[in-house]
């Protein structure tokens, strides 16, 4: 019975990844690059830009495959009001025009040219329009390590932005990339080197020990003993 047990098992295990674990890793979608400061997760905040102002959020971080900011401006049920829109870093520089086409509270992108790697930044947004409008922010626990300053005052909120790639991606092709940023700011010795074996102990390790648990616990294949014939 076990070993009857083990090879549906394995054969299941084997059909399972093949359905649903490959498709999974190899489709393409919407793949998030950074994220200097996610949306609230209770309460939401907003920044007030009037005609003019301009709102600086430090310390985001942006990589190489930050390609388009995405963010949400209200204009408190008005025409939208165009916008300059500019990073900053150690020897990087890319500054946008925003035009007047963003729907109020609506998400929208920014298409931008992202750094060579890795880099600490400066985000800021300026309202160049006749209007004032806002920028949605957090300022509950998401709150990043980021200082945002209008006009050179300090807010208690930070403007909500992420940044996410161009065109649609699989988790497979950003797989090596992902166990980069989770070995990120982590204790001496983790690295993506030590995160590959943990991987595979996980999504191997973890199915198979479940596997071999259940097998274990059935009883093996034992002929019935026969009772004693009466004699004649």
């Not at 900053?88 to 998400?107: F, L, N």
């Not at 065109?167 to 983790?190: E, K, N, T, Y």
């Amino acid at each position: 019975m076990r070993r009857a047990a083990l090879a549906l098992g394995l054969a299941l295990l084997v059909i399972a990844a093949a359905i649903w674990g490959v498709p999974y890793l190899t489709r393409e979608r919407d793949y998030l690059a950074t994220t200097p400061q996610p949306d609230p997760l209770f309460t939401v905040a907003t920044i007030p830009l009037y005609p003019g102002q301009r709102a600086c959020m430090d310390r985001a971080v942006v990589d190489q495959y930050s390609e388009l900011a995405r963010l949400r401006v209200g204009t408190y049920g008005r025409r939208a009001e165009p916008l300059e829109f500019s990073l900053s870093g150690a020897g990087y520089h890319a500054a946008y025009r925003v035009p007047a086409t963003y729907a109020d509270s609506q998400p929208f992108e920014v298409a931008v040219r992202p750094p060579a790697g890795p880099l600490e930044t400066t985000i800021c947004l300026r309202n160049v329009g006749e209007r004032r409008i806002a920028l949605y922010a957090s300022d509950d626990r998401t709150n990043s390590r980021s200082r945002v300053l209008v006009d050179g005052r300090k807010v208690l909120a930070d403007f909500d932005i992420v940044f996410s790639e161009r065109r649609p991606v699989s988790i497979a092709d950003r797989l090596s990339v992902g166990l980069q940023r989770a070995s990120a700011f982590r204790f001496f010795g983790v690295s993506p080197v030590t995160l590959w074996p943990l991987l595979i102990l996980f999504v191997v390790g973890v199915p198979l020990a479940v596997l071999l648990t259940y097998v274990r616990s059935l009883e093996d294949d034992v002929m019935p003993e026969q009772p004693p014939q009466p004699r004649s």
